[in-house]
């Protein structure tokens, strides 16, 4: 116990000595995390040369800290122009945008920023001190219960749903279809790919999100003179650091919800293939059952706003976990880190700790180090970015659909997915004019394809008998959850309305 | 001034040669070029994987011998076939776009279906390493021996994480399973990543593939049989052969890593075509390769070269194993 104290310490101190490394991979980490079809795993991918060359310290330290900033900046635009720059940021929209809307896109920053940093220091801190606990989690969530833990984000289709039962349910029947496009997971058969190659591996995500929320968006902005709403821009005429620091108080007094939703990150990044779209609609979705107020989701909630952030946060932690304790990459960006590692002599699996328990420690820390150093450079540039919100909509508009159309492009250099957000924005634009809700297309388009590797991969366990999903206890139990938590809603619904009855 | 010009045939032949010189002045001098840019590399296997470090850890010294860069291009999906398509059709024959593939799965796949383009239309021509398919569990499973994962599949059906059904080592454990009666359900998990971890965390009873992919998870998993010559002793735990055990007579179940080029491309273009093999072999005779091979977490002893007939035997041996084998892997 004194040895391993002693070896944290002075794995912290070494980390600290990288403070140089840190900062400017904060604000590298930043941009690429915000710039649609850019990610930390192409990042390090495209930056590898240069991580080869650097010592084994600090080229942990660099990759670390890159994945960790990417993650907390692909909220930026998400919140501030309704680009969601990864998948993992697909849930961020929903509250943090409309917040923007209202003027309050300084103080949405700001609460993004405090839940990202605290729920990732938080869970790196847990993983930390209950690693080989956590590494259990992945031997226990098998095909089976994967498949419940994805039907409570899909389940968000149907709380959507509740507003106008038909066209939420149209809006999600069609987000699985669009899924569902692309090879089968088991014989590799094409399936509604209209003879594009480009659709054999499934609809691309990033064009479906970006073209979804931002170029529908961009199309609906272009009719007023700027995003915001009237109160809006007077909020917005003098930015002031009061509006970052209530941000930060905001997100401080709802520190139980920042620790339970970074929690569920955590939980569900440990398990080996699960990532942070998983992560943030499954906190999104238990913030909402478990409120007090679930219709004011969707509107610009502080809530609806912590939970995406706080759980994809805490997936990057939970994706470490698997990595140094099994040997097994819980992600993309995971997986890089195992080639560049592995080219500086460390062998990943259960001995690590024993033969090199510095990289294993020092990956923790360089986590923790780069959350606090982020919680110190990022919170106030909130004011400064905010800004962007007052450019007149004739500038910003197709400043939007190229900046969106170009991060279509990157991830697999195709024309086709710079067309495939436009054609994604159109329908993205009609839904909206139309009152179908663009969020339920897309839960159906991430998170069916998940569901149904999955499903597909139980049935072929069990040789297609379909009992095999109330098979074990796990199991069983989520699917217990899953009802409590579909049926909670309306229950304090009812109790709420009741109560307003008796009080006069 | 009149001036007679006489076409003889030795003025002819001068003319013409100096002309057919002159015409083909810029073709040659583009030839000697070659490379004038980095040369685009189809991967058609996810980043992070045993194909991605196979294929940096070759290049890092090809690159030296052909003077410029490699540039990799990852497109996963349908057990390889999205890479080969979009390689087929999209990229442009002119020798600055090869693929990188495995000469297992990946040709195994056509025969299970066929591609949009024809399979003669692209070749392999340099082979980088081979290494055979094993069985191999997660480091807490309680099968210790291959006999024990046999007498427990003649009691009941086992699943197999398998990297995707039409896999050299699907091949190798049906064939297990025909020899001893054991009843083994594939389970394809798509990706080496994705079949370690089914077998470390017990989704499946064991998995089965490439050896190289196996000794990289280290001490998480321990390998029990493999389908073919063990070359590397304790690092796949001294498993031994599946041939030796049950006195089989199987063909080796192989993967092999290879670049492989547009047939019209080579036709086309055999001064680039030539460069390219050239210094391919080059790499294979300088030290510093095996170096980056071991520094990547691959087997030395896997590391074997091998040119466009090596290759072409492979590849037409894969897709007769397939056929063979089509109704077990494609449920028909």
Redesign the interface.
């Known amino acids: 116990m004194g040895d391993t104290a002693a070896l944290l310490f002075s794995v912290l101190m070494d980390t600290l000595g990288y403070w140089w490394v840190m900062i400017p991979t904060i604000f590298l980490g930043l941009i690429v995390g915000g710039i649609p079809g850019f990610s930390a795993?192409n990042t390090i991918?495209i930056l590898?040369p240069l991580t080869l060359a650097m010592d084994l310290q600090m080229g942990l330290v660099f990759m670390v800290t890159l994945y960790c900033a990417a993650r907390m900046g692909a909220g930026i635009p998400a919140i501030l122009v309704n680009i969601p720059g990864t998948a993992g940021a697909a849930a961020t929209p929903l509250d943090g945008y409309p917040m923007t809307k209202q003027g309050r896109g300084q103080q949405a920053l700001s609460i993004s920023f405090v839940s990202s940093a605290i729920g990732g220091l938080l869970t790196t801190i847990i993983a930390l001190a209950a690693m080989p606990l956590l590494a259990r989690v992945?031997?226990y969530m098998?095909?089976v219960e994967m498949i419940v833990v994805m039907l409570f984000g899909i389940s968000l289709i149907a709380s959507i749903a509740a507003q106008d039962m038909i066209k939420g349910l149209i809006a999600g029947f069609l987000g699985l279809m669009i899924g569902s496009i692309?090879?089968d997971?088991?014989?590799?058969?094409?399936r509604g790919t209209m003879g594009f190659?480009e659709l054999?591996?499934?609809v691309p995500l990033i064009p479906a999100l970006v073209g979804l929320f931002a170029v529908s968006e961009a199309f609906i902005i272009i009719e007023k003179k700027v995003i915001l709403s009237k109160k809006g821009q007077e909020a917005m005429e003098n930015p002031s650091w009061a509006a970052t620091f209530e941000g930060v108080r905001e997100a401080l007094v709802r520190w139980k919800h920042i620790v339970w939703t970074s929690i569920i990150g955590l939980v569900i990044g440990v398990i080996?293939?699960a990532g942070a779209s998983i992560a943030s609609f499954v906190a999104y979705q238990q913030s909402r059952t478990f409120s007090k107020t679930p219709e004011k989701y969707g509107t610009g909630h502080i809530e609806g706003l912590i939970a995406p952030e706080s759980a994809n946060n805490g997936v990057t932690s939970g994706t470490l976990v698997?990595l140094l304790v099994?040997?097994?990459?819980g992600g993309?960006t995971a997986?890089?880190m195992?080639?560049v590692m592995?080219?500086h002599?460390v062998?990943?699996?259960?001995?690590l700790f024993q033969r090199q328990p510095e990289v294993g420690y020092g990956m923790f820390m360089a986590m923790a180090v780069s959350y606090l150093l982020m919680m110190l450079t990022i919170i106030p540039l909130s004011r400064y970015m905010s800004r962007v919100t007052t450019v007149p909509t004739i500038y910003l508009a197709p400043m939007i659909i190229s900046f969106t159309l170009v991060g279509a492009f990157v991830p697999?250099?195709y024309m086709f997915d710079m067309y495939l957000a436009l054609a994604f924005g159109v329908l993205g634009y009609i839904a909206r004019r139309t009152g179908y809700h663009v969020a339920a297309i897309l839960i159906g388009v991430i998170l069916g394809p998940l569901l149904e590797?999955y499903f597909l991969?139980a049935l072929?366990?069990s040789?297609g008998d379909i009992t095999v999903l109330f098979s074990s206890t796990i199991g069983n139990i989520l699917w217990v959850a899953l009802v409590v938590s579909l049926i909670l809603p309306a229950v304090f619904d009812r109790r709420r309305k009741r109560k307003e009855l008796v009080t006069p | 001034m009149n001036r007679k010009t006489i076409l003889n045939r030795r003025t002819f032949l001068s003319t013409s040669a100096a002309a057919s010189l002159t015409l083909a002045t810029p073709g040659l001098l583009r030839a000697n070029t070659f490379p004038e840019r980095n040369i685009d590399v189809y991967v058609p296997t996810?980043?992070?994987?045993g194909a991605?470090?196979n294929f940096?850890a070759f290049t890092s010294i090809w690159k030296t011998k052909l003077g410029v860069d490699f540039e990799p291009?990852y497109?996963?999906?349908?057990?390889g076939?999205?890479g080969y398509?979009?390689y087929m059709?999209?990229a442009e024959p002119d020798c600055y776009s090869l693929i990188f593939g495995n000469m297992g799965p990946e040709v195994l796949?056509w025969a299970?279906?066929e591609p949009?383009f024809d399979v003669d239309d692209y070749f392999y021509f340099g082979q980088v390493d081979v290494d055979p398919s094993v069985v191999f569990v997660g480091?807490e499973s309680p099968f210790q021996t291959i006999d024990d994962i046999v007498a427990e599949g003649q009691k009941r059906?086992l699943?197999v994480g398998t990297s995707?059904?039409?896999h050299p080592a699907s091949i190798g454990i049906l064939a297990l399973g025909d020899q001893t009666g054991a009843k083994f359900?594939l389970?394809?998990?798509?990706g080496g990543?994705?079949t370690?971890?089914g077998a470390?965390?017990?989704?499946?009873d064991f998995s089965v593939l490439t050896s190289g992919s196996v000794i990289?998870?280290?001490?998480?998993v321990r390998t029990l049989l493999v389908f073919g010559e063990n070359r590397v002793g304790e690092r796949l735990n001294n498993a031994k052969n599946i041939n030796e055990v049950y006195g089989m007579d199987l063909p080796e179940m192989l993967s092999a890593r290879a670049f492989g080029i547009h047939r019209a491309a080579a036709e086309a273009y055999p001064d680039r075509f030539a460069r390219l093999q050239e210094t391919f072999a080059e790499t294979f005779e300088d030290p510093a390769l095996l170096e980056a091979y071991v520094?990547?977490?691959g087997a030395p002893e896997y590391l074997r070269m091998g040119g466009v007939e090596e290759c072409a035997k492979f590849k037409a041996a894969m897709l007769e194993l397939g056929a063979k084998y089509k109704p077990l892997l494609?449920?028909a």
Not at chain 1, 326 to 329: A, D, E, F, V
Not at chain 1, 347 to 351: I, L, V, Y
Not at chain 2, 187 to 190: E, G, H
């Open positions: 795993a991918i590898m992945g031997f098998h095909a692309g090879t997971v088991v014989y590799a058969t094409p190659l054999y591996d499934g080996p293939g698997p099994l040997g097994i990459p993309a997986a890089i195992l080639v592995q080219y002599g062998s990943f699996g259960p001995s697999r250099e590797t991969r072929k366990k040789e | 996810a980043e992070g994987g991605d470090r940096r291009g497109y996963p999906g349908a057990s076939r999205v398509e979009i059709g999209k796949n299970m279906q949009t480091a059906t699943t995707r059904m039409a359900n389970i394809p998990l798509a990543k994705n370690v971890a470390v965390t017990g989704e499946v990289a998870a280290g001490d998480a520094a990547s977490g494609t449920g």
